[in-house]
């Protein structure tokens, strides 16, 4: 059994080589990338080029070890999903069988998760028929969330280094992604670029974001793929363990617009349990945690702003902890932390697991319709007053 991490594109693959930084994410989840762009798979740093996909006009896949490589995948599809949609509809039948090269028979993948940027042409293009690949290649009872990042959209010559990239432009192909996405995914969790702030937004500061995402959905995901706990055996403790099952129940709809799927922010909160004399001397120094404090935390760190929290379908709660946080002398109360997840939804899954690591990190995802979020309303619009070059 394998847990797809796909990255498709630069934005998508970064966030993707980040999450397999971690320790323990391998023993059951594998990374791909699939890019148009050699250089952006050159430069990760947890993802082997036995793990690349290239993307090519006129190659079309290309496998990351094949000779050549470099000479074969060129061009790219400059933030032009169309063009890079057209592409992967003539080659979704290679991405199939490359997908079973790489992780084995179908069957065996339960659920997977697409990254992409939005705002770009390669991974926003091509990613509903990397999710269409991974249902044929899984033979259809597979899980899949999409992963978008949304553009920075205040200023274009703040976001990227190519001036020539608008903010109109990134926001129609922000609405092309979403509109497609909608109808192949299981779930959809938005990452807005624009939460750095203005100032913030600047390309050098991705990888500091990125890797607040990649704790996030490494947090998120602890329990079946990093702990690889089975919840039947996992008693004595206040709060079940969060399986990927749980994360696309809170990613889907079961209101009045049944079948729709659901929008989701995340935000992750973290806290020291041991003082710095205590990392030296393990017996002394374990600190009491917060951990309502470091609830409202995770939910003011979501990564869409300005998340309207009254309109939340469902909440999604996860603390990792040390196993004397979970079930021994420091146990946290898990009925405040549900209380406060409460205060906006009452369909609210809380879990917990275990860590070794010292630290307490709590990890929420909030689930909207499209149309209760604000910053989508707003890149409608910049998409509509923008007039195709
Ligand atoms: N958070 C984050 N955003 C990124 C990163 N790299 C690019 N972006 C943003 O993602 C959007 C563009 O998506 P990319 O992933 O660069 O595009 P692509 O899929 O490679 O497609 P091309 O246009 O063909 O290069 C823009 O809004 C960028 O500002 C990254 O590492 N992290
Ligand atoms: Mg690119």
Redesign the pocket.
């Known amino acids: 059994m394998v847990y797809l991490f796909i990255g498709?594109?630069?934005?998508?693959?970064?966030?993707v080589d980040d999450i397999f930084a971690h320790d323990g994410m391998r023993i059951e989840a594998a990374p791909l990338a699939l890019?148009?762009?050699v250089r952006?798979l050159e430069n990760l740093s947890n993802i082997g080029d036995d793990r690349w996909i290239g993307v090519s006009d006129s190659e079309g896949l290309v496998p990351g070890t094949e000779p050549g490589f470099e000479e074969l995948v060129t061009g790219?599809?400059?933030?032009?999903?169309r063009?890079?949609d057209e592409t992967m509809e003539n080659h979704s039948g290679t991405l199939v069988s490359m997908l079973s090269e790489r992780f084995g028979e179908a069957g065996t993948v339960p659920f997977a998760f697409v990254f992409?940027?939005?705002?770009?042409?390669?991974?926003?293009?091509?990613a509903p028929h990397v999710i269409e690949a991974i249902r044929e290649y899984a033979s259809g009872d597979v899980k899949v969330i999409a992963v978008g990042?949304?553009?920075?959209t205040q200023d274009p010559v703040h976001?990227?280094s190519d001036d020539e990239?608008s903010a109109g432009r990134?926001a129609a192909?922000t609405v092309y992604g979403l509109d497609r996405l909608e109808n192949t995914a299981d779930g959809l969790i938005l990452?807005d670029?624009q939460r750095?702030g203005y100032e913030n937004?600047a390309?050098g500061r991705?990888?500091e974001?990125?890797e607040y995402?990649a704790g996030a959905f490494v947090d998120l995901v602890a329990g079946p793929v990093i702990e690889q706990i089975d919840p039947g055996e996992y008693e004595d403790v206040d709060a079940p363990i969060i399986d990927i099952q749980d994360i696309v129940t809170s990613l889907s709809r079961n209101g009045t617009n049944g079948g729709e799927i659901g929008y989701g922010t995340i935000g992750r909160a973290v806290q020291m349990t041991k003082s710095l004399p205590g990392y030296f001397l393990p017996k002394i120094g374990d600190k009491e945690v917060d951990a309502v404090e470091l609830t409202y935390s995770a939910q003011a760190k979501q990564t869409v702003e300005n998340v309207p929290f009254a309109d939340a379908e469902k909440a999604l709660g996860n603390i990792r902890a040390p196993r004397e946080y979970i079930s021994g002398s420091q146990r946290i109360d898990v009925s405040e932390i549900r209380r406060r997840l409460r205060e906006h939804t009452s369909e609210v899954n809380l879990g917990m697991v275990p860590t070794n690591r010292n630290l307490v990190s709590c990890t929420t995802l909030y689930t909207f319709g499209r149309e209760d979020l604000d910053r989508l309303s707003e890149i409608e619009e910049i998409a509509e007053a923008h007039v195709p070059a």
């Open positions: 498709a594109g630069q934005a998508g693959s970064a966030i890019n148009s762009t952006d790219g599809f400059g933030r032009q999903p063009r890079a992409l940027g939005l705002g770009g042409g390669t991974g926003c293009g091509i990042v949304l553009p920075n976001d990227v990239v990134q192909n990452v670029n750095l937004a390309e991705f990888s974001y990125n995402i």
